[in-house]
Structure formats: C-alpha cells, structure tokens
C-alpha cells in the first residue's frame, strides 16, 4: 500500500464516520461508505485486487478478538460453555439447515446446498462486536448470547474446512484466496496432533513463559518496546494459528483468555487499543471498497433475491433459537438484528470451496457479493432495532392493568425498586416507615416480591396512580427509577398536583441533576458519588493518609462539588464558554480549599510536636504543662 492510499484511505475514514456518527448511523456505516465511494466501483481511488491490503486489515479482527480476550478470565468464559455450545450449536446447525434446504428448493445439489447453508450460518465478529460496544448493549443479556454465538461460529470455522474437500463435485479451480502450506498434505491424525499441540503451546506459553519475558521487557522502562512485544505476540500467535490451519482470531482469542488473569493485562490493551481500531477501520473500508457493484447491476433481481433470502431466514431461525435460551423479548430481537448479517468469514468458505470443487466461481461471486452487502447492512438493522422494535416493547410494557394498591397511609412512596430503589425501601421499613414501592417493570416487582420486598406494578407517570398509593396523605416522596425524561416527568407530576409533598430524586448524571435542581428539587442525589467518595477515602487511605484526614478530604469536595452543581444547574446550556469558565473556577476553588486545608493541618501537626517536645523538656526539669487534646487520649499529659 503506497503513501497515497494510505493517504486515501484515512481521509475517507475522517470525512465519512464523523457524519455517519452524527447521522446516528454509527462508526461501522461510516467505514463501509468510505469504502464504497473510494473503491473501484466508486471514485476508483483505490483497488482491491490485491490480497495484502486484506490481510493488513484482517489484522484488526485478530487484534480485537485479542483484547476481548484480556476481558475474559478462563473462569468466566468456562461459565459461558453452555450458550457458546448449545446456543451457537443450534444457530450454526439450525441456519445451515434452513439455507440449505431453500438452495435444494430452488434446484441447487445437495453439496452445493451444504455448502452455502454453512456459509450463510456464518456472522460478522468485527461488525456486530463494534456495534455493540459503540451502542453500550455488549454487557446486555442479548448481547452476551450474541457474542457467545460469534465464538462458536469462529471454532466451527475449523471442522466446516475439514468438511468442504468431502463435498466436492468437480475439478478444482486452484483459485482464490484460500492459503496452502506444508501441513496441508499431512494425514488427517497427524494435522490434528499438530492443531492440538499448537493450542496447548499457546496454553502453555501464556501461562508460564510470557510472564518472565513481559518482566523483562517492563524492567528495561522501555514504553516501545512493550508495544513491539505486545504486537509480536499478537502477530506470532495468528501465524502459528494460520500455518495449523485454525482462524488466527481463535487463536489471539485463546491467548487472551489465557492473559486475562495476567499483572500485564492492562497495559497490554492500552498497547494495542490503537492499532485494533485503525485496522478495524481499514478492515470495514475494505469490505465496501470489495462490494461488487458491476455483478450486483448484472444480476439485480438474483442478488437481491440472496440478500433478502439471507437476513430473513437467518433473523427467523436467531429469533427462534432464542426462544430456547429464556432470553426475554427485547434481547431475543437485539440478537437476532445483530446477528442476521453474513460474516467475513463467508469470504473465506466462498474461496477455500472454490479452490476445492466445491462451488463454482459464479456462485461463489454471486455469494460474496450478497455476503458484503448483508454486512453492510448491519449497522440499518441495529437502528432498526433501536428506532423502531425496542420502542413498541417499551409501549406494550404499561398495558397490563397496575396492582391494587393496599397500601395506602404510608409516609414514603418510592417509585423505582431497582438497585437503587430497593436499598431505601428495605431501610426505611427496618427503621419502622412504611414505603409503598411503586415499578413499571413486572419482572422486577414479582421477582423482589420472591425475598419478601412488597411492591406494586404500575407507571409512576400516571396521576390516578398516584393518588390510589395515597400522595396527597404522604410525606415523602422518592424518584429512584434509572430514566431520565420518566423522572423528570414525575417530577413534574408531582410538583403540579401534590406541592407538599417533598421530593428526594435519584439523578443519574450530573447533566440529570442541573434538571432536577432546575425544577426546584432540592434534595436531589447523584446514584455514584456517595459511592465513589468512599472509595476514595479507601484509596487515600491505602496510600499512606490517616482515616481522620481522608474522611476530611472527602467532605470537603462533597461539599465543593454539592455546590458547584447547584450553581452550574442555572447557567444557560446554550453558552457553553461561561459553563466551562464556571467550571474551570469551581476546579481552582476546590484546589485551593484542599491546599488550605492540608496546610491548616501541617500547621497543626507542627504545633502538637512543638508542644509535645516543650512538654518533654519541661518534665525533664520537673515543670508540668497542659498539652492540647489531640496529642493524647486523655487531653492532657503532666
């Protein structure tokens, strides 16, 4: 690749994702455009012919595969055996069924509908992976079961290779892309042996001989060096994955796992975050740039045949399948949309069973083609989800009628019994105050009601509610529900046809508080700052800090911080250079205070030691002098 691709491929990337990503459409949608308008089908800037510009950018799918790795101890990924064989089972064996058996419909032989079954089953690790993470859902039930899919897609790569040479029914081509390597022609016993041997070197080595080579690395306090060495893993496992013939992303994949429990870990994803996210930019430009445009005109009607063909019955066996998994509605359609699309992998299946006689060139063309355009829909299938799917869920949820409330004279109503409601109901009914727990979130409600917490269905946003649970004979009343525009809401609710009742508001953001503090909220409590002082009281203390002046410390930005936020709360949003002036005083103020303090207590430290010394002195010489309090427990020494 010469300095002017290069130069063309990172000015396509900088154009196209910011304006995808402040259209909503998402960084991957960016990169796949960029493609599409560099490439050859577009201001033919580029070419794709080549493979060294894919193998580059494939790169960035090992590096990533890597890094999920280090997040995943073998411990946890052993918890996840069961969604990673059984549910990635039945969506690899379910799809290849299904596909197939279209293929046989439309005339295509039973090895040809094999093969396509299994190529189609295939999803897009990198696609979905970065649109979960750019979303905030990868930690999400649907999410999880997605990427356990994705794992067991990538290890069934392995026997569907082994599988492909059986189902030949004409002489190889000897094109495509497909690699060829001295352990090819080895017998199947002896090709195993060595795959297994690989693995276990890889086992092996990341838990007994990396961590002395990484110490000595670290010793030198050479930060390049690191990197160079974090990238020579990388790169060297994929090689020995690559001449095994296993996915070099599997294998970077185990050696992160094996890593994760390393001292090493976190520097090593600071290493190589950088150079994931430009390869998997390159990789994502690539695709679109691959995406032939010429066939696709050609033969309109059969590649949008394919197209269609492909995301439904893939979403209509994933929405099945997860119908098994106890996934609940909302996850069960996240993991369908994410996982409709075909995979990069299918590039590879499309080539190796064209080298082997297994599909012809025209087919396979045919499927890249429609392969790429699949993934290219991905990130429209993930807006779809959000935009349109999550949303009629989210309205269908109030239709059940609320609880009857029987609870009617207590002091506290609470609306929200999440992680943050719950704790103050279970605190203020030990201290003797009745609370009448109100939540939209059936699930929530009857599974707390399981442990005894006593609390009823219903939309806080609805005024009859309200008054049914007794807000005009109550005297607090707790906004602890994790939406803001439905706390907000209630908050206006309340203020317009209860005035007396006092509000205490759970805000889940500072910029959350400036609406609450707006609205005339006063005692309004950020869920994480309690929390987060604590810890930090922890920390200055693990670090040397009596508890008496950590404690301090902590109250003193409390108090600080308190302030600042209700003062930034009326500063207009708009004028965004006099909120961070206000901000940036607040800071200085802050900084001061502490340095005022901590000299008040040197200062004071100073004058016990001066007094303590006097005091010695003086019972040397027999003289009895009062000491201040803080020097001893009694308050004085003679």
Same mark, same amino acid.
């Given at each position: ?5 290069? /130069?063309?491929? &990172? ?7 910011p *304006? ?32 060294d510009? $894919? ?7 090992? $590096? ?10 073998p ?6 055996? !069961? ?45 979905v992976?970065?649109l ?16 356990s899919?994705? *794992? ?26 497909? +690699? ?5 022609d ?6 195993g =042996?060595?795959?297994?041997a690989a ?7 990341g ?18 060096m ?10 060297g496992?994929a =090689? ?5 013939? =296993? ?5 970077a994949? @185990?050696a ?6 390393s001292?090493y ?16 930019? =390159?990789?994502?430009i ?10 696709i ?10 197209v269609?063909?492909?995301?439904? @019955?893939?979403?209509?066996?994933l929405l ?5 998994s106890? @996934? ?5 359609? &996240? ?5 409709a ?10 080539? /190796?069973?064209?080298?082997? !006689?297994?599909l012809?060139?025209?087919i ?9 355009? +699949? ?9 779809i ?15 059940r ?10 002091p ?9 409601g ?5 605190? $203020?009914?030990?201290n003797?105050?009745? +609370? +009448? ?7 929530q ?20 509610l &309200? ?9 607090l ?5 994790d ?9 206006? &609710? ?18 959350h ?7 005339g ?17 922890g ?5 040397? $800090? ?5 404690v ?5 930005f409390r ?25 940036? *005083?607040?800071?200085a ?11 008040l ?9 001066d *007094? ?19 020097v ?7």
């Amino acid at each position: 690749m010469t300095f002017f691709h290069a /130069f063309i491929y &990172l000015l396509a990337a900088v154009i196209s994702v910011p *304006l995808a990503k402040r259209l909503g459409l998402g960084s991957v949608l960016g990169y796949l455009l960029a493609g599409i308008v560099i490439g050859p089908f577009g201001l033919r800037l580029v070419s794709t012919q080549g493979d060294d510009l $894919m193998h580059v950018a494939e790169f960035g799918v090992v $590096m990533m595969l890597f890094l999920i790795g280090l997040e995943l101890r073998p411990a946890v990924l052993w918890q996840m055996r !069961g969604p990673i064989v059984g549910l990635g089972g039945a969506q690899v064996v379910a799809t290849a069924a299904a596909v197939a058996g279209v293929a046989l419909w439309v005339g295509a032989a039973w090895q040809v509908a094999i093969t396509v079954g299994f190529i189609v089953a295939m999803s897009s690790t990198a696609i979905v992976l970065q649109l979960l993470k750019e979303k905030g859902i990868a930690r999400t039930s649907g999410g999880r079961a997605a990427f356990s899919v994705l *794992l067991f897609q990538d290890i069934a790569v392995i026997p569907i290779l082994a599988l492909l040479p059986l189902l030949a029914t004409f002489a190889p081509t000897g094109g495509g892309h497909a +690699t060829h390597n001295a352990l090819s022609d080895l017998p199947g016993w002896q090709h195993g =042996l060595l795959v297994l041997a690989a693995v276990a070197a890889v086992i092996f080595g990341g838990r007994f001989l990396l961590r002395p080579i990484f110490r000595y690395i670290a010793a030198t306090d050479l930060r390049e060096m690191f990197t160079a060495l974090a990238l020579l893993l990388v790169v060297g496992i994929a =090689l020995l994955m690559q001449q095994v013939g =296993l996915s070099p992303a599997l294998g970077a994949f @185990l050696a992160g796992v094996v890593l994760a429990e390393s001292e090493y870990r976190h520097q090593l994803e600071t290493d190589i975050e950088p150079f994931k996210g430009l390869l998997l930019g =390159l990789f994502f430009i690539t695709v679109g740039a691959g995406i032939d445009f010429a066939l696709i005109a050609g033969r309109p009607g059969t590649v949008a045949f394919l197209v269609a063909a492909v995301l439904v @019955l893939k979403f209509a066996v994933l929405l099945l399948v997860s119908r098994y998994s106890r @996934l609940e509605p909302t996850q069960r359609y &996240l993991f369908a949309f994410a996982l409709a699309q075909g995979g990069e992998f299918a590039f590879v299946l499309c080539s /190796f069973a064209t080298q082997n !006689g297994v599909l012809t060139p025209d087919i396979a063309n045919l499927l890249v083609a429609s392969v790429a355009l +699949t993934m290219a829909a991905a990130p429209v299938l993930f807006t779809i989800n959000d935009r349109l799917v999550q949303p009629r869920f989210a309205s269908v949820i109030p239709d059940r009628e609320p609880d009857d409330i029987d609870e009617r004279d207590n002091p506290v109503i609470i609306a929200g019994v999440g992680r943050f409601g719950h704790i103050v109901a279970r605190l $203020m009914r030990l201290n003797g105050f009745g +609370t +009448t727990v109100l939540d939209h979130d059936a699930d929530q409600v009857e599974t707390l009601g399981r442990f005894g917490i006593k609390s009823y269905y219903g939309d806080a946003t609805r005024l009859d509610l &309200l008054r049914t649970a007794g807000a005009e004979r109550a005297r607090l009343f707790v906004v602890a529900i994790d939406h803001e525009e439905q706390a907000l809401q209630i908050v206006d &609710l309340v203020q317009e046809n209860f005035p007396k009742l006092r509000i205490l508001a759970r805000a889940t953001s500072r910029q959350h508080a400036y609406e609450l503090l707006r609205r005339g909220v006063q005692d309004v409590y950020r869920e994480t700052f309690g929390s987060a002082l604590d810890l930090s009281v922890g920390a200055l203390q693990a670090l040397g $800090m009596t508890q008496q002046r950590a404690v301090r410390a902590a109250q003193i930005f409390r108090k600080h911080d308190e302030e600042s936020v209700r003062e930034m709360a009326n500063v207009d949003r708009e004028d965004m250079n006099a909120y961070v002036s206000m901000a940036r *005083l607040h800071i200085a103020n802050l900084e001061s205070a502490l340095a005022a303090d901590r000299e008040l207590e040197a200062e004071a430290e100073r004058e016990n030691r001066d *007094l303590a010394d006097h005091a010695t002195t003086s019972q040397a010489d027999g003289v009895s002098i009062p000491v201040r309090g803080d020097v001893t427990r009694g308050g004085a020494m003679t």
